[in-house]
């Protein structure tokens, strides 16, 4: 009796340093330093002895199964140049479909205006669509995600079976008097300072709202309006405070507080860049709360009164 084992392997180095088990057959590739033709799958062993076959637990450090999306996510740059869904789809159009992006869309479930816009490469499928696509197409999420050009097969989804599940929201089950006995506490106590903000705490949609209560999302909307002019007021404020603290550090220098020289200084200070338009805003609020535009000025520039 023959006991074949497949061991995973996180990277090269350990493949070469991990020696063979003397009870088992190892695979060519497992320890000769030589890429493998297809990865085991993290997280499961599987032993085969004779005609019995079950999984057997992997080590701990194998139970990662996201880590090449992990990577692309906290490192993107790295895999700037390493391939892209873009480039996968076109790969699977022409290997599964004859080069039909209709088809492909048919396969998945999807528009064919979505696929059309991932081979474009304008917009980038999100994760459960990667998941989507790895699964019809019988690959893994990481060869999507890197653009791979890697052995396919075409996996049907079982009837009914939906891999995208939509989220049924629970408020909309709630009768008319109490979702709106519900929206006038959240309104009157203060608790949403927007529409989206109450739609999320009866769980329902903002077009429900809008059809169920037109006069207080009304009032919703325009709460949300005041909530974002103030926060940009805010946000101004403390650039110009940042701004102005500059411009009294140059005068206290004895520099010309000119506006690139303070822009340059904040910008040394914060790491905030102005814009050409608010800098300039900036700069004549400044020189205004100064007063003395004489005493600023460089001697240079100082004009004095002819007898």
Sequence with gaps: MVAAYVVPIRNRDERQRRPPPSHASPLPWAFDGQAAPRTPRWGT???????????????????????????????????????????????????????????????????????????????????PRLVLIAYCCGC???????????????????????????????????????LLAELDWVFESGSALNLCQAARLLDVSESYLRKLAPDVAEKLVQRGRETRRRKKIQ????????????????????????????????????GTKLGYLEGTRFHKK??????DFASMAPPSLRTTDRD
Excluded at 86 to 101: D, E, V, Y
Excluded at 241 to 248: G, I, L, T
Excluded at 251 to 267: G, S, T
Excluded at 286 to 291: E, K, R, S, Y
């Design 235 to 270: 946000r101004e404020e403390a650039r110009f405070e940042d701004f102005w603290r500059s411009f009294q550090q140059l005068r206290l220098e004895d520099i010309y507080p000119a506006e690139d020289k303070v822009k340059a200084r904040m910008y040394q200070r914060t």
């Design 140 to 178: 893994s999420v990481a060869d999507v995600v890197l653009g791979n050009s890697v052995m396919l097969r075409k996996v049907f989804r079982s009837r009914g079976h939906n891999l995208l599940v939509t989220r049924q929201r629970r408020g909309a089950a709630a009768t008319h008097e109490t």
């Design 45 to 127: 062993a599987f032993r085969t002895a004779g005609r019995s076959r079950r999984p057997v637990a992997a080590p701990a450090w194998g139970l990662q199964p996201c880590r090449p999306c992990e990577r692309c996510r906290v490192h993107p740059a790295a895999f700037g140049n390493a391939g892209s869904p873009s480039k996968f789809l076109a790969h699977a159009t022409n290997t599964l479909f004859g080069g039909n992006a209709v088809r492909l869309a048919n396969h998945l479930g999807v528009a064919s205006t979505e696929v059309y816009n991932w081979r474009s490469g304008r917009v980038n499928p999100s994760l």
């Design 286 to 291: 400044a020189l205004v709360l100064a007063g």
